[in-house]
Nanobody, 124 residues
């Protein structure tokens, strides 16, 4: 089992920035992906961005490319999501996710592990 704990989130104005973090614990593997999905009210959960723990390659949804950046801290088993130029349509519950596969595969097939989620609200 892999446990994922998110931190960060909150209320930010349009055009602002926010940082989310996710720390993994429990059973860990040398090759797995970790990243974020989000779910807005009344909508399907969607992939946002993920990173391969082994080689650092990332995979992003087109809607966040150039605005969201994911990075990893190997020593702390933590990933960070820097969100810039936030828009009202970025408002959602953001879920940390992990899978025993690549970031791209996780984006297409979904993850095996989920965090509890953290609310991000972009509003003036």
């Amino acid at each position: 089992q892999v446990q994922l704990v998110e931190s960060g989130g909150g209320l930010v104005q349009p055009g602002g920035s926010l940082r989310l973090s996710c720390t993994a614990s429990g059973r860990t593997f040398s090759t797995y992906a970790i990243g974020w999905f989000r779910q807005a009210l009344g909508k399907e959960r969607e992939f946002v961005v993920a990173i391969n723990w082994s080689d650092g390659r990332t995979y992003s949804a087109p809607s966040v490319k150039g605005r969201f950046t994911i990075s990893r801290d190997n020593a702390k088993s933590t990933v960070h999501l820097e969100m810039n130029s936030l828009k009202p349509e970025d408002t959602a519950v953001y879920f940390c996710a992990a899978d025993l596969n690549t970031a791209q595969a996780m984006a297409l097939r979904g993850p095996g592990y989920w965090g509890q989620g953290t609310q991000v609200t972009v509003s003036s």
